[in-house]
């Protein structure tokens, strides 16, 4: 959820500044009476569908091989076995520095189109010239394609197909296992030694935040996002990452004064200290100020989590793949373990 998004427009996508996010989610279907959120692939030489999660049935006569995706969609996608397929990206892929942005995860940057570097920035010939067959990205709010910009919307989606799996409002499993039958359509084997050992480390690191949560009750977690005027309060109702953690027995804080969209509170920052935490998910993104950034803010300064220098980085959009989510459930029963009870 962009932390620096807050100021670029709609609650959601403010709200990604605080960890919140604005698209749905992207299914793939293929087959007789094909119904919303199944998937299978007669192979590239026969016809191909997919039913994503806005119930929109995309058929085609063979299965698409010129994908272009938002980045992080693109690198689950890869995690799950494409690779030549992606042939074009979009969102946050390097960094001012040239390096590459973790959001692009085990994708080969170098080897694909970058149609758009930063929010509300998407080359439309660029991408016309890409000639793609499907346009995949997150889908956080109903009809809203992440990273899309609105002015060329339409031209956009004139231009190929377009699929999208919902990413809030539902626990982070479910967005991983759509983005998996949309792959294993496209071509992937989910049978790979890479994919089941990704899901079995996934399935360990679940257990280990259980685990955590047992033998160090009573932490509490909050998670959110700095912009130069505001802090924000993420909702695990709402936040796909959140709501799943939760559900591993994570306290997250849950705000109560909501914004649109209901993904985040937003604080001033002499109201930072509003929500009483241990442990603070401080969102990573290059988008949200980071902790040296804060550190000239004396409310951030004073919350007890950030005194007993209890803050962990956090993927507020995360990879919804299983190599992708494995680290941050890993890294959360590190951080849940360690922490000591200061809120």
């Known amino acids: ?7 670029r427009g709609l609650s959601r996508r403010g709200l990604l500044a605080a960890g919140g996010a604005t698209l749905a989610t992207l299914l793939v279907g293929c087959g007789q009476d094909d119904e919303p959120g199944s998937t299978s692939a007669k192979g590239s030489t026969g016809p191909w569908s997919f039913t994503d999660d806005r119930n929109q ?24 076995g494409l690779d030549s397929q992606i042939v074009g990206v979009f969102g946050e892929t390097t960094r001012s520095d040239g390096s590459v942005d973790p959001q692009a995860g085990g994708l080969d940057v170098d080897r694909v189109t970058v149609l758009g570097n930063v929010w509300g920035e998407f080359n439309v010939e660029k991408y016309a010239g890409l000639r793609p067959e499907l346009l995949v990205t997150h889908m956080y709010d109903p009809g809203a394609l992440w990273y899309v910009p609105d002015e060329s919307r339409d031209k956009i989606l004139a231009l190929a197909p377009s699929a999208t799996v919902t990413t809030a409002r539902v626990p ?8 998996a039958e949309l792959a294993r359509s496209l071509g992937a084997d989910l049978n790979a030694k890479k994919v089941t050992d990704a899901k079995a480390r996934f399935e360990a690191a679940a257990e280990s935040v259980r685990q955590a949560v047992k033998a160090n009750p009573g932490i509490r977690v909050l998670a959110a996002s700095g912009s130069p005027d505001l802090f924000y309060v993420s909702n695990p109702k709402v936040s796909t990452d959140l709501m799943y953690f939760a559900e591993l027995g994570v306290d997250i804080v849950v705000p109560n004064k909501l914004a649109t969209g209901d993904y985040f509170e937003s604080l001033s920052w002499e109201n930072a200290n509003k929500f009483p935490a241990d442990l603070i998910l401080l969102d990573n993104r290059s988008t949200a100020l980071q902790p040296k950034d804060l550190a000239a803010k004396p409310t951030w300064q004073q919350l007890p989590a950030v005194r007993a220098n209890q803050v962990t980085p956090w993927d507020a959009v995360p990879r919804f793949s299983y190599a992708g989510a494995a680290p941050l459930l890993e890294n959360l029963a590190t951080a849940i373990r360690s922490a000591k009870r200061v809120g």
């Open 1 to 7: 959820m962009p932390a620096s998004m807050s100021a």
């Open 57 to 80: 049935k995309i058929e085609l006569a063979s299965t698409p091989s010129r994908v272009v995706a938002f980045i992080g969609v693109a690198a689950a996608l890869v995690d799950f």
């Open 172 to 179: 982070m499993t479910r967005p991983i296992e759509r983005y």
